[in-house]
């Protein structure tokens, strides 16, 4: 029985408690299973009116209070979260769902999961409208090589086998290093400009690239500075992500 069951009267059944250490994931539960969460990131920044208990951050959360909030549930990611901050959950009888996600498809199943573990029955709206935005997502007229930085100081690029590598290839996006023996390979400023690319994508997370921090490293090389909620989160925004991310790579090249 769980924790949840055990608060619940006779005959009753109480809806989870559930902590989310993955700030898309807290997006995807708090629109699919309103009331739910008990607990998040400091960095789950969706939905903006969001009134939790705050558990530090993603690589770093605060486990004593995690296990103080009593939660049904954890929901964690394989690539944001660490085992060792996990381990001690399970331990005092938490239930934690770890997710992986490399691609969209991927995404979709694991979002589905997620909402069945919070007690949502079917399948949320959203996921059905973010499925039909994928489904034939706007291109340029050719296909374009580009290079995704996610860090800077030392230079990080995307690499193999990445979520966002795939949504990039599903717009028309080949990424320079999809065949790197990294997911997240670190380069120079100098490799990058040597690539022969034909664009490169910024995002604003987790690294913030903005106009004036990124581009002017690569004169000439078109840069396409994007929203990283867009490009790296699995969730209520995907339904926006094909058109949000088709008008910022169009207006790059144009």
């Not at 994931?25 to 789950?44: F, H, I, K, N, Y």
């Not at 690499?159 to 028309?172: K, M, S, V, W």
């Not at 400009?193 to 004036?212: G, I, S």
């Not at 699995?234 to 008008?247: D, I, K, M, N």
């Amino acid at each position: 029985m769980s924790a949840g069951e055990r608060r619940a009267g006779p005959g009753t059944r109480a809806r989870p408690r559930v902590v989310s250490l993955v700030p898309s994931l807290t997006e995807a539960v708090a629109v699919s299973a309103p009331g739910v969460l008990v607990g998040a990131t400091d960095w789950c920044t969706h939905p903006a009116a969001l009134d939790v208990v705050r558990v530090g951050g993603t690589k770093n959360p605060d486990v004593e209070r995690i296990i103080a909030l009593a939660p049904d549930l954890v929901i964690a990611n394989e690539e944001e979260n660490r085992e060792p901050d996990l381990s001690p959950l399970r331990q005092a009888g938490i239930e934690v769902l770890v997710t992986e996600v490399r691609d969209l498809p991927g995404a979709f199943r694991e979002l589905e999961r997620v909402s069945g573990a919070c007690g949502v029955r079917g399948r949320p709206r959203w996921l059905d409208e973010a499925e039909a935005a994928w489904l034939d997502p706007p291109r340029p007229p050719i296909r374009l090589r580009a290079a995704v930085p996610v860090w800077r100081r030392p230079w990080m690029v995307l690499g193999r086998d990445t979520f966002a590598g795939d949504l990039l290839a599903r717009l028309g996006v080949d990424n320079a290093y999809a065949d790197h023996t990294e997911r997240y390979p670190r380069v120079t400023a100098d490799a990058l400009r040597a690539a022969r690319l034909d664009l490169l994508v910024l995002p604003d997370e987790p690294y913030r690239f903005t106009r004036d921090d990124g581009p002017e490293e690569f004169p000439g090389v078109p840069c396409a500075l994007v929203d990283g909620r867009h490009l790296t989160w699995y969730g209520p925004s995907l339904a926006q992500a094909p058109r949000v991310l088709a008008e910022a790579l169009r207006a790059a090249v144009r």
